[in-house]
């Protein structure tokens, strides 16, 4: 197992990290899967095994830097290397900005900023042992002014700041650091959302491009490309994957 790349993939329980995983095993990598879901975790596995894919999980939460070099920490004892980080987990709530409560606040960056920063920090040493890369899920919000999203879309914002910044101090590293960028998608994040009586659904519509909502498996494809070697001239960028929205 140890000749064959390994991709840790957070939040792969299901929506596009599921998606992610299924196709970087279908490319040939083991997969090691994290999401706080373990049932859900367990299912994905077992679906990915019946395919032929090397397949590893742990129940984690995100949020908890200890769970997550204790992750990390765990799939280089079981796959023998990590290859490439892909940060997927994340959360979105829908509110007005004054209706934010501290809690959600507080939540939505923990899991969709604080978790992918304690999960670099743990695999940078073993991703440039392996010469390999970090794949950051960011978001068209995070380009864009997206109302009723504000925490949501200043973490992503921050994500893709991140991204940019560990490419350029570690640009002397054998590793590339990047982040894709999806638009609406149809996956359980975002059926999961409660609108409040206060959100003006028009203000909503404006993002949903004109071409609809991407499928989660088209990102997915992007991701792949990008964690491959087919895209070993891609560092520091930030890749949209949103039908258009951003782009006016």
Not at 170 to 175: A, G, L, M, R, T
């Amino acid at each position: 197992m140890a000749d064959r790349k390994v991709a840790f993939i957070t939040g792969a329980a299901r929506g596009l990290g599921k998606d992610i995983a299924t196709v970087l095993g279908r490319d040939g990598f083991a997969v090691y899967l994290v999401d706080v879901l373990e049932d859900r975790l367990a299912q994905t596995a077992e679906e990915l095994r019946a395919k032929g894919v090397t397949v590893g999980t742990r129940k984690v939460d995100v949020a908890n830097r200890e769970e997550d070099f204790a992750a990390v920490e765990a799939c280089v004892a079981e796959m023998g290397r990590l290859d490439v980080l892909v940060n997927c987990a994340g959360i979105v709530r829908m509110n007005a900005v004054t209706d934010v409560p501290q809690a959600e606040w507080d939540k939505i960056i923990a899991i969709n900023l604080s978790g992918p920063f304690f999960l670099i920090q743990a695999a940078l040493p073993h991703i440039i042992a392996a010469k390999g890369n970090i794949v950051n899920i960011a978001s068209s919000n995070g380009w864009i002014g997206c109302s009723y999203t504000l925490p949501y879309s200043a973490t992503k914002a921050a994500l893709i700041s991140m991204t940019k910044t560990l490419a350029v101090e570690y640009v002397e590293q054998p590793i590339r650091v990047n982040a894709v960028c999806p638009g609406p998608m149809a996956t359980e994040i975002s059926t999961d959302v409660v609108f409040s009586p206060k959100i003006q659904m028009e203000k909503i519509a404006r993002y949903g491009g004109q071409r609809g909502n991407s499928e989660s498996m088209e990102v997915a494809e992007v991701v792949a490309f990008i964690a491959s070697d087919k895209a070993s001239a891609v560092h520091g960028a930030i890749w949209t994957a949103d039908t258009g929205v951003t782009a006016g």
